[in-house]
T-cell receptor, first 118, second 114 residues
Framework: AQKVTQTQTSISVVEKTTVTMDCVYE???????LFWYKQTASGEIVFLIR??????ENATVGHYSLNFQKPKSSIGLIITATQIEDSAVYFC???????????????FGAGTQLIVIP | GPKVLQIPSHQIIDMGQMVTLNCDPV?????FYWYKQILGQQMEFLVN????????KSKLFKDQFSVERPDGSYFTLKIQPTALEDSAVYFC????????????FGPGTRLTVL
C-alpha cells in the first residue's frame, strides 16, 4: 500500500490565483514529518516547506502554506498568487518516526503537475 | 539554499558494464541518500548512509549496488553489473541529521543502460 498518495495528476490555474494540492499519508507512528518538494522542468528538486506532526500550527513559507488536517492524515499545499514560474511537478513526502521506517527514508507521492497559465 | 552536486549529469552505458555515480553533498551534512526515479514515476528510496555505513536500504537496492564515501570525498553509488531496468534518474540527497532536518537534493544523474 502506498504510504503517500497524491490523487491529482495535473492542475491548471490562471496566474495570480490560489491553488491547493492534495496529499494524504499513512503511518502508524505518532510522530512524523511531512515535506513538499517541487521538481522543475530541468529536473531540479527543490525543498519548499515542511510540517512536523506534533505542531498544530500550519506552516507558512513565502507564498506557500500548508493545510494540515491530522485526523484525516492530510497535508495540502496551498500556493497563493501563483506565478508562471510555479509551473512544476509538486511532490509530497513523509518521513516516519521511531516506530516506522526511520533513519531518514522519505516516502514520496506520485506528484501533481501544476500548470500556471498567463 | 544548500547545493548538492552530482556528476555526471548523463551516463550511457552498455548492459553488464559498471557505472559509478558521484555526489558532492552539502559540506556540513552528515547523512546521505540515494533515490531512484524512473521516467514519469515517483522517487523511490534506495539507501541511506552515515559514518561510513549503510544505515537502511530498500528492496530496490540490489546486490549489484554499493555505496561509499572514502575519506570525505564524493558519496558514490556503484552498480556492477548494470541491467536494463537500472535505467532511471538517480538523485543524491543529504541532510544535517536523519531525524528532523529536511533533505536537499542534487540535480540527478540520468543513467541509460543499453
Amino acid at each position: 500500500a502506498q504510504k503517500v498518495t497524491q490523487t491529482q495528476t495535473s492542475i491548471s490555474v490562471v496566474e495570480k490565483t490560489t491553488v491547493t494540492m492534495d496529499c494524504v499519508y499513512e503511518t502508524r507512528d505518532s510522530s512524523y514529518f511531512l515535506f513538499w518538494y517541487k521538481q522543475t522542468a530541468s529536473g531540479e528538486i527543490v525543498f519548499l516547506i515542511r510540517q512536523d506532526s506534533y505542531k498544530k500550527e500550519n506552516a507558512t513559507v513565502g507564498h506557500y502554506s500548508l493545510n494540515f488536517q491530522k485526523p484525516k492524515s492530510s497535508i495540502g499545499l496551498i500556493i497563493t498568487a501563483t506565478q508562471i514560474e510555479d509551473s512544476a511537478v509538486y511532490f509530497c513526502a513523509m518521513r516516519e518516526g521511531e516506530g516506522g521506517s526511520a533513519l531518514g527514508r522519505l516516502h514520496f507521492g506520485a506528484g501533481t503537475q501544476l500548470i500556471v497559465i498567463p | 539554499g544548500p547545493k548538492v552536486l552530482q556528476i555526471p549529469s548523463h551516463q550511457i552505458i552498455d548492459m553488464g558494464q559498471m557505472v559509478t555515480l558521484n555526489c558532492d553533498p552539502v559540506s556540513n551534512h552528515l547523512y546521505f541518500y540515494w533515490y531512484k526515479q524512473i521516467l514519469g514515476q515517483q522517487m523511490e528510496f534506495l539507501v541511506n548512509f552515515y559514518n561510513g555505513k549503510v544505515m537502511e536500504k530498500s528492496k530496490l537496492f540490489k546486490d549489484q549496488f554499493s555505496v561509499e564515501r572514502p575519506d570525505g570525498s564524493y558519496f558514490t553509488l556503484k552498480i556492477q553489473p548494470t541491467a536494463l531496468e537500472d535505467s532511471a534518474v538517480y538523485f543524491c540527497a543529504s541532510s544535517r541529521d536523519w531525524g528532523v532536518a529536511e533533505q536537499f537534493f542534487g540535480p540527478g544523474t540520468r543513467l541509460t543502460v543499453l
